[in-house]
């Protein structure tokens, strides 16, 4: 019984530390193409895609965004 509750708990010390390692990876991915995004946004018209996309990448940027980009995408 003492085995068990010992795998147990090496199984959920596992468990978040890959959880942790993947939310760190992600971040660091994602948060880099934001911060990208809203430092080359167009301030004058959101909805026409800045300097280093084209207006298909701006489009789908903009679509994981909706509360931001609301009426770009009507």
Same mark, same amino acid.
């Given at each position: 019984?003492? /085995?068990? /509750?010992?795998?147990?708990?090496?199984?959920?010390?596992?468990?978040?530390?890959?959880?942790?390692?993947?939310?760190?990876?992600?971040?660091?991915?994602?948060?880099?193409?934001?911060?990208?995004?809203?430092?080359?946004?167009? /301030?004058?018209?959101?909805?026409?895609?800045?300097?280093?996309?084209?207006?298909?990448?701006?489009?789908?940027?903009?679509?994981?965004?909706?509360?931001?980009? /609301?009426?770009?995408?009507?």
């Amino acid at each position: 019984m003492e /085995k068990k /509750k010992e795998n147990i708990i090496l199984i959920g010390l596992v468990v978040l530390v890959v959880l942790a390692l993947a939310w760190t990876v992600y971040s660091a991915f994602y948060g880099a193409d934001y911060k990208k995004a809203i430092s080359a946004e167009n /301030k004058e018209d959101i909805c026409t895609a800045p300097k280093g996309y084209t207006q298909e990448q701006w489009n789908e940027h903009m679509g994981h965004h909706p509360d931001r980009y /609301k009426e770009c995408l009507t």
